[in-house]
């Protein structure tokens, strides 16, 4: 059974430039989760769907990002523009049902904004 | 508000030691759900276990064991007879009622040197 893939693994873009991180998550999961890490900041919640509608966005950074999931086997993370303060590794994670099951997460999408 | 706490930043045990990992929680649910992830060096975190507040029990799997005190709001984590391939990052994480977000502690990095 596949897990949580994410696509790219690996994004290095100029400054400015639009970013779209994919992630298909665990059929048959009800909620999906994009997390951001860094050094300074640790694991943070940016965007939390349950049944592909947002439930919580308070964690998204500023107007330069944005999340949609479509469709149950697929969601987007853009940033447009970006900035250097951007480079981190983007997870995204999925759950049977919410905060409250266990979470799987995908490799993560290393992104370096030059 | 809730916050998980993770003291200690780095550990560093010889193989077959044991080594507790602290994790300390804060929250004003009665209900809540506290989980260990683990992120080795590959990057990706992967599950280990999940607990909720209303089941105390300690629980044992292989090497691994937690013990969950309400009373002193601890839920840690004891890796017994380490091994090399224990060394990673180990975050606690802490989600409590229905709309509240998964919390993550700040992580433990264990080396276990051979």
């Known amino acids: 059974d596949a897990g949580v893939i994410q696509s790219p693994r690996h994004e290095v873009t100029e400054m400015g430039q639009e970013v779209t991180l994919r992630c298909k998550p665990i059929?048959?999961?009800?909620?999906l989760f994009w997390y951001r890490q860094t050094m300074m900041r640790g694991l943070e919640l940016l965007i939390y769907?349950?049944?592909?509608?947002?439930?919580?966005d308070s964690g998204m950074p500023e107007d330069r990002f944005s999340a949609k999931m479509p469709n149950a086997s697929f969601s987007t993370l853009k940033i447009q523009p970006s900035e250097p303060r951007d480079s981190a590794v983007y997870f995204c994670?999925?759950?049977?049902?919410?905060?409250?099951?266990?979470?799987?997460f995908g490799q993560g999408t290393r992104l370096t904004v030059v | 508000a809730q916050k998980v706490t993770q003291a200690q930043t780095e550990i560093s045990v010889v193989e077959k030691e044991d080594v507790t990992l602290d994790c300390v929680y804060e929250?004003?649910?009665?209900?809540?759900?506290l989980f260990w992830y683990k992120q080795p060096p590959s990057g990706e975190l992967v599950f280990l276990i999940r607990?909720?507040?209303?089941?105390?029990q300690n629980e044992i799997s292989g090497r691994y064991s937690w013990n969950f005190q309400k009373s002193t709001s601890s839920f840690n984590f004891t890796i017994t007879a380490s091994q090399v391939v224990d060394s990673a990052v180990y975050f606690c994480?802490?989600?409590?009622?229905?709309?509240?977000?998964?919390?993550f502690g700040e992580g433990t990095q264990l080396t276990v040197n051979p």
């Open positions: 994670a999925s759950s049977f049902r919410g905060m409250n099951t266990e979470a799987f």
């Open positions: 059929s048959g999961h009800n909620s």
């Open positions: 769907f349950n049944n592909n509608v947002p439930i919580d």
């Open positions: 929250t004003r649910d009665t209900t809540y759900y």
């Open positions: 607990r909720n507040s209303f089941d105390e």
């Open positions: 994480a802490l989600s409590g009622t229905s709309g509240s977000r998964l919390t």
